[in-house]
């Protein structure tokens, strides 16, 4: 078998990290099985789908790097399709017209509430052999629905949730049209998974309920179906559903907020799915080692420390060139110009280790390319008291003479410690607010390498002259 999955989002609203999960795991069944990956816009609800939530879907799956081989295929573009099968299955007697209006419907749902029975639509216009058929009311647009199966029931095998079993009566007969003729999701659905030979339908558990109305469609139209896999909800670290109401950050905002794209993917592979005991792996390694058996059927819950220790471990990892190119645009925005003064990449090498956030690292970036600190008297004597000053005269002469390593001057400072019996921090923290007007920089030693003996020298000279 040639293995074909898709995505087929609503473009109704932002893409947040539980959606996001539901393009990973099909991509990678795709990927580890050789087979394809198929995304689809299903925007057949006009009045709230827009461009800008397919964009921000678009951009999402790119920044994770979750390619496609087919699409993005819209389901508004379908529509004459959609319409042809409908035509065919009203002239096989696999769906029929209904003019019950909406005044009507509501009616009869109330009555059956009041009567503590399932609301459902009770058949009225399905045409039967031998029955009397109602007249048809004038200005009425009617809906076409499916003639679902009378008696027996759906089966599946679901790949998460093992088997399955809904009884026929408890489904009604599905709406496939409105009345202007737009075609409704559940049918579209399966005509698109029919023509696009999907094999594997791999979604949330939020559409357990239409499988099995979009399993007797397809079977109606002679199609046999996919195998399903539903995933557990993912819920927010409150234990709600996932959703944009309940506070879910958008793709856009993990962006915004300095995180690396391979720690998103990540964390998203591990809301469900496990191989061992293994945390932290490569996006191939993911695609190794990926199969349905190992989704799990729990709820899986958001843990924000849990992707931020991700982005960290990520961001340790990460070369310091590619770091650098991804840290540059948040430098831009606190007004660094990474062009002027030390070296970029140098710079992220020295405070990669101590960040979260690639907002981290731009903030921590800034001290290298403000203008030198300009201490009061004052400062200079709150900080730098006068009984180190003596030390660091002569670590000013040390630095002067050592080599431009952090080896270097790593020996400079112990040259003067233990001339002038010192501990490491009564030197290093005077020194780093000479440098930065702050005791809080990275290790003295390489940041002596990073900004450079000239520009050091200058500023700790300033506050001994």
Known sequence: MHIRTRFAPSPTGFIHLGNLRSALYPWAFARHNRGDFILRIEDTDLERSTQEAVDVIIEGMAWLGLDIDEG??????RIDRYREVIKQMLDDGLAYPCYMSEDELNHLRDQQMANKEKPRYNGLWRPEPGKTMPPIPEGIQPVIRFKNPIGGSVVWEDAVKGRIEISNDELDDLIIARPDGTPTYNFCVVVDDLDMNITHVIRGNDH????????????ALGGAPPVYAHLPTVLNDSGEKMSKRNGAMSVRDYQK???LPEAILNYLARLGWSHGDAEVFTKEQFVNWFDLDSLGRSPAQHNPEKLLWLNHQYIQQ??????????????HELGINTESGPNFVEVVALLKDR?????????????????????SKEQIDANIPAAVVPAFIDLIEAIREAPETKEGYGAAFKQVLSQHQLKMPALAMPVRYALFATTQAPAIDSVLVV???EEALNRLSKVVQ
Do not use: S, W
């Open 72 to 77: 993005p295929i819209y389901q508004m573009q």
């Open 208 to 219: 357990v309920n239409n499988t099995p109305r979009q399993i007797n469609i397809m079977r």
């Open 257 to 259: 907020a300095g995180y």
């Open 318 to 331: 990460a070369d310091p060139v590619q770091l650098a190119e991804a840290t540059k645009p948040f430098a």
């Open 355 to 375: 960040a979260n956030t690639l907002i981290e690292i731009a903030e921590g970036a800034k001290l290298f390319y403000l203008p030198p600190p300009d201490l």
């Open 451 to 453: 900004l450079g003996k």
